[in-house]
């Protein structure tokens, strides 16, 4: 499994989730729903490879841990719904050991919203 935090896609859920919103002619519940859970689990993982790296990095990790140290759980909400590279925020939210419920509420509406908006602009076309 963490052989899948070291690949980078090309093509994200996001252009899956519009592609099969318009090819079925609404919206895809169960696409929906896989790829949300694939979302949490994945950056879970991330989230305790950041949490167990502590000890080894020991250093500032710049933008990412600034925004949770300023804004906390609005920070994972507020990366969730943009472009910023959530793997990498998951590590710096692991890292500087930020309440894992509260990185998963906040990473759990966050992406439920981009990705309902996301294939409701897709089915408007």
């Known amino acids: 499994m963490f052989v899948g935090l070291l690949v980078y896609l090309p093509v994200g859920p996001d252009v899956y989730l519009m592609a099969r919103a318009r090819a079925l002619g609404r919206l895809p519940l169960g696409a ?12 879970s993982i991330a989230y305790g490879v950041g949490s167990t790296g502590r000890r080894v990095i ?7 841990e600034r925004w949770i140290q300023r804004y906390g759980g609005w920070a994972t909400f507020l990366a969730a719904i943009s472009p910023v590279p959530l793997r990498e925020f998951a590590l710096v939210a692991g890292y500087t050991r930020m309440a894992y419920p509260v990185f998963l509420t906040g990473l759990l509406v966050g992406i439920t919203l981009r990705f309902l908006v996301e294939c409701w602009v897709s089915l408007m076309w």
């Open 32 to 43: 929906l729903l896989a790829v949300i859970l694939a979302y949490l689990a994945a950056l």
């Open 58 to 64: 020991g250093r500032d990790l710049g933008r990412f």
